[in-house]
């Protein structure tokens, strides 16, 4: 019961920062969340449909749902969107602990850091240590996702035992990529202007 409410939330969270980012949607706004939880529980050969989207995304992490939160209550202007220190600290986080993860499982390593998530209380005082560090940089954001992450594996809101599952999920990883690398691609815009101004500068 508990995985199908998550596959609901997931559904109205991701449909309604999707469809958030389409400018002409802007009016309806406030009206996309009531319509979203609606259709999430329309049934198709007696299943809701979030539970097909849930098919292909599978279970999201706790952290992944409070980063749609976040972003969609920044849509509709309840919360302040994040400023790019802020988002490329989050990215380097959620990134840092991806990489971490990803290549064993992809078989690219030799040792098993998921197994680490069965008895998890050295990877809680890392956490610990990442938060009080999010505190001190201000990043309300990131504080949120590790906090909320680790109260949910602490409370087992999620049907997995691993405490990676609440943490870290592909979705996630992904947009720390491609978002990472879009940062990229703005830094060096913003050096090649950089650059151009100091050599208008000389001449």
Same mark, same amino acid.
């Given at each position: 019961?508990?995985?199908?409410?998550?596959?609901?939330?997931?559904?109205?969270?991701?449909?309604?920062?999707?469809?958030?980012?389409?400018?002409?949607?802007? !009016?309806?706004?406030?009206?996309?969340? !009531?319509?979203?939880?609606?259709?999430?529980?329309?049934?198709?050969?007696?299943?809701?449909?979030?539970?097909?989207?849930?098919?292909?995304?599978?279970?999201?992490?706790?952290?992944?749902?409070?980063?749609?939160?976040?972003?969609?209550?920044?849509?509709?202007?309840?919360?302040?969107?994040?400023?790019?220190?802020?988002?490329?600290?989050?990215?380097?986080?959620?990134?840092?602990?991806?990489?971490?993860?990803?290549?064993?499982?992809?078989?690219?390593?030799?040792?098993?850091?998921?197994?680490?998530?069965?008895?998890?209380?050295?990877?809680?005082?890392?956490?610990?240590?990442?938060?009080?560090?999010?505190?001190?940089?201000?990043?309300?954001?990131?504080?949120?996702?590790?906090?909320?992450?680790?109260?949910?594996?602490?409370?087992?809101?999620?049907?997995?035992?691993?405490?990676?599952?609440?943490?870290?999920?592909?979705?996630?990883?992904?947009?720390?990529?491609?978002?990472?690398?879009?940062?990229?691609?703005?830094?060096?815009?913003?050096?090649?202007?950089?650059?151009?101004?100091?050599?208008?500068?000389?001449?």
């Amino acid at each position: 019961m508990v995985s199908m409410w998550q596959a609901h939330l997931s559904f109205v969270l991701l449909g309604f920062v999707l469809l958030c980012a389409l400018r002409f949607t802007a !009016p309806w706004r406030p009206w996309l969340l !009531p319509v979203l939880v609606a259709v999430s529980f329309i049934p198709i050969n007696e299943l809701p449909l979030a539970a097909y989207v849930r098919s292909f995304t599978d279970d999201l992490a706790i952290s992944t749902l409070v980063l749609l939160a976040w972003v969609g209550l920044s849509r509709v202007g309840v919360v302040q969107p994040l400023n790019r220190q802020h988002h490329v600290q989050m990215l380097l986080l959620f990134g840092l602990l991806s990489l971490v993860l990803y290549p064993a499982t992809l078989g690219l390593t030799y040792f098993d850091p998921y197994r680490w998530g069965f008895n998890p209380r050295p990877m809680i005082v890392l956490v610990g240590a990442a938060v009080l560090l999010m505190l001190w940089l201000r990043n309300a954001l990131a504080v949120w996702m590790l906090a909320v992450g680790t109260l949910a594996f602490a409370l087992r809101l999620k049907a997995s035992e691993n405490y990676w599952d609440y943490l870290v999920d592909p979705l996630l990883a992904g947009y720390c990529v491609v978002a990472g690398l879009m940062q990229l691609n703005l830094w060096e815009r913003a050096c090649s202007r950089m650059r151009s101004v100091r050599q208008h500068l000389w001449h």
